[in-house]
């Protein structure tokens, strides 16, 4: 197929499911902030949203120093500025689709405009809490009917097979920053680790990525620290795990070169990646820092996406 | 002017065969059913996509271009004369062509105005003895015909370049058959929907090279800001080839290829919807970011097939369009099949003497025009509109022709006041391959939805209709 369709296709899956990740960042930001001060509570979890979604820089150009719930939500969610908000990722998403749109099916070209064009109901500014819940439900149902249009409905060839390695390498990056949250939102002095607020902190990063009661089936424990990175870092049961990510960018890359008859970098990084993740124990991944594990995949998973980028897209 | 024939019913008041069980269905058929019909072709329409308003309120210039319902219909025997007649045209254009950009022979004969060819915009010097792959250049062509009686069609414009509508046509069908299954059960309407696949034949059989190799065919578009893009997508979608755009392909060794996943891919055959102007910055526009660097030297070596060729707009102009039957008679040394309008060449000093006395009774055209814009129409214009016109005439007689106000036949067309006539042109594809001409029965109807307007443009208020040929049994 033609590079720029392959290109259009994965960046297409990409910015859905970024779109996805940043309506959960909000959403567990909300929570955080939402806790009483009782609990410990503080004010710099919108702070840690920004960090979070790799976006404090820009904001800063815009904002400057100073950072407020409703200025964050607006920049994360609307802003034209930000490259990265929510509504341009749609924006972006649906230019890639018109390009292709041969290589989409109808299901999933209408899924893409019917939402580009809902989108402009909600970008009201200054939404109230209520509006806010409304609109990060509203994108979290559009990246799940992509999703299951492209599933549903794709021939499977390299078409799905790019598409679907977009997905999973934003996906694995979205995973990674979402449990960094937590160094982010640093622990008041007073608070101790295991104390009520750092677990309603794991509380919290488990809900948005709708893993809460994953959890307690896969461990039957109260919640805590290190058996929640192990969930979504190595647990191979997760569908957002970084393991699980990898499994399936092995596998789709796999496919793409049994297909093409010819195996590259990306194939080799992608199984070694892998690899590294299936002989990390959680003990050790504390022992070096979660936040320097994280912060080494983070590297790893972007070369991986610029290997992809020269292997077939340029 | 004369009350213009109507396709359904005579000036008696009886209907002609071909619409008999149209107009009985019509006659029963309550009006709110119709409309409901309508609105559901629009909603279908809005769906597919072929509505350009899928891509947002905010994009004004992208709309729909509005659908009648009620079918335009031919029968087998008038198709079959009209498709001999369009077969005979675009064979003569296709040797006219290779004359002027090899032996001139009509220039010499003196048939042809030599300034007729030298000082046309759309005249490609860079085509000069150049071979094309089998001799051919207008393998797609689009030429619009109008109809005046039972008997008479009249060619008004040939389209050599880039035609489009044919989306339209193919779309029209689709729906028609959804919409108004039953009618299709009481009519033998002959199909379309192998367009694409004749299409695809004609385009492989232009390939250069050898005929056993399997050629890459792909639809070059010059984008999604294209009015036109649908179209493109579209096509290449029913082709089953790519669709790509200028930066998806280059060109080394004179060999053009596209850059694929699995490296690049050799291009045999480019159907190009993108103006001569801009599909070669290197030859041609050298601030074109829609074209290929280095298309045309690959073009030249005959290593690829452009289609429709470089420099056919030599051949489509209005000025060109009036010398046609001689152009047919000096080719094929027949008569012509399908007549022209008579044409009077302001060029001609006893032409244009008599276009200046009778303005009020012409329409008068610019040479280079189209979509209906730059004319005067004679009978409708007011007398300052008429006098612009004398002086633009005066002032440069080579660039205008005129043509008498012709009465188009009309068709019954569901209108806001119900079923009333509305005057009428058609689009058919003609594709010339180097096994064949193929020709779908039909093309694509326009309608002037005003009530007494002759322009069918879309850009104008004009829509589109299915057309129907009926096959006899």
Redesign the interface.
């Known amino acids: 197929?033609?590079?720029?369709?392959?290109d259009n296709l994965y960046w297409l899956a990409r910015y859905m499911e970024r779109a996805d990740c940043l309506a959960r960042i909000l959403d567990v930001t909300q929570r955080l902030a939402q806790l009483p001060a009782a609990y410990g509570g503080s004010t710099n979890e919108w702070r840690s949203a920004l960090l979070t979604a790799g976006c404090a820089e820009a904001y800063k150009a815009v904002h400057g120093d100073e950072v407020t719930e409703q200025n964050v939500i607006n920049f994360l969610a609307f802003a034209p500025e930000n490259p990265s908000s929510i509504r341009n990722c749609f924006e972006i998403a649906r230019?890639n689709a018109?390009?292709v749109?041969?290589a989409l099916t109808m299901e999933m070209?209408?899924t893409i405009?019917s939402s580009?064009?809902e989108l402009k109901r909600h970008s009201t500014k200054n939404m109230t809490r209520e509006e806010l819940a409304r609109f990060m439900s509203f994108v979290k149902e559009t990246s799940l009917r992509f999703d299951g249009a492209a599933y549903r409905t794709m021939l499977r060839n390299?078409a799905f097979w790019?598409s679907r390695v977009g997905m999973y390498v934003e996906r694995a990056d979205n995973t990674a920053r979402i449990l960094d949250v937590k160094y982010h939102v640093l622990l008041p002095d007073s608070e101790h680790i295991g104390g009520p607020l750092d677990y309603f902190q794991w509380t919290s990063i488990l809900r948005s990525v709708s893993a809460l009661t994953s959890f307690h089936w896969v461990y039957r424990e109260s919640v805590k620290p290190w058996l929640v990175a192990d969930l979504l870092i190595l647990n191979a049961q997760m569908p957002r795990s970084l393991t699980s990510c990898y499994q399936n960018i092995t596998r789709y890359l796999d496919d793409?070169a049994a297909y093409?008859g010819?195996q590259g970098g990306s194939q080799r990084l992608a199984r070694s990646t892998l690899s590294r993740l299936g002989n990390s124990r959680m003990e050790d991944i504390f022992q070096t820092g979660l936040h320097e594990y994280i912060d080494s995949f983070v590297t790893e998973n972007n070369r991986l996406g610029s290997t992809v980028t020269e292997q077939?897209?340029? | 002017m004369s009350v213009a024939f109507d396709e359904m019913t005579n000036a008696d008041g009886s209907i002609r065969s071909a619409y008999a069980t149209l107009s009985r269905w019509l006659s029963n058929v309550p009006p709110d059913v119709l409309d409901m019909r309508r609105k559901e072709a629009e909603f279908i329409f809005r769906r597919i996509g072929i509505t350009f308003a899928v891509y947002g309120d905010s994009d004004a210039q992208e709309r729909l271009i509005p659908f009648d319902i009620i079918p335009r219909i031919l029968t087998g025997s008038e198709w079959r004369r009209l498709s001999r007649g369009l077969e005979q045209r675009t064979r003569a254009l296709n040797l006219y062509l290779k004359d002027i950009y090899s032996r001139r022979e009509i220039l010499r004969a003196g048939v042809v105005p030599e300034d007729l060819v030298y000082q046309n915009p759309a005249f490609r010097p860079e085509m000069n003895g150049q071979k094309v792959p089998h001799d051919l250049y207008v393998h797609i062509a689009g030429i619009d015909v109008v109809r005046v009686d039972a008997d008479t069609f009249y060619v008004l414009e040939d389209n050599a370049r880039t035609p489009s509508g044919v989306s339209y046509m193919l779309e029209n069908r689709e729906i028609m058959m959804r919409l108004f299954p039953e009618l299709f059960a009481d009519n033998r309407v002959a199909p379309v929907e192998n367009y694409t696949d004749e299409l695809l034949a004609t385009l492989k059989s232009l390939a250069p090279g050898s005929p056993n190799s399997d050629p890459a065919v792909v639809v070059l578009t010059p984008g999604i800001y294209n009015s036109a893009y649908y179209e493109h997508s579209f096509l290449a979608d029913k082709l089953g080839v790519e669709l790509v755009e200028g930066r998806d392909l280059f060109v080394r060794n004179d060999v053009v290829y596209m850059r694929t996943t699995e490296g690049p891919r050799r291009v045999d055959v480019i159907y190009r919807r993108l103006d001569d102007d801009f599909i070669d910055p290197l030859t041609f526009r050298p601030d074109s970011a829609l074209g290929v660097p280095g298309l045309m030297s690959a073009y030249n070596a005959g290593n690829v097939t452009l289609t429709n060729a470089v420099g056919t707009g030599v051949a489509d102009d209005k000025a060109v369009y009036s010398y046609m039957p001689d152009i047919i008679r000096f080719y094929l040394g027949e008569e012509p099949l399908l007549k022209n309008v008579p044409t009077w060449r302001c060029r001609e000093p006893d032409h244009l003497k008599y276009v200046l006395d009778h303005l009020g009774d012409l329409v008068v055209k610019e040479v280079h025009g189209s979509g209906g814009y730059g004319m005067l129409i004679g009978p409708r214009a007011d007398k300052a509109q008429i006098e612009l016109f004398r002086a633009k005439l005066k002032q440069d007689p080579n660039n205008f022709i005129a043509q008498p106000t012709l009465a188009l036949s009309t068709c019954p067309t569901f209108v806001e006041e119900g079923i009333a006539p509305r005057h009428v042109d058609l689009r058919p594809f003609v594709l010339t391959g180097s096994d064949r001409v193929r020709i779908v029965p039909g093309g694509l109807t326009r309608v002037a939805l005003e009530a007494g307007s002759l322009v069918v443009n879309s850009s104008q208020g004009g829509g589109t209709k299915d057309t129907w040929v009926l096959e006899e049994n």
């Open positions: 197929m033609l590079s720029r369709t392959a230019t018109r390009s749109r041969t070209w209408e405009n580009w064009l390299d790019f793409i093409y010819r077939y897209l340029l």
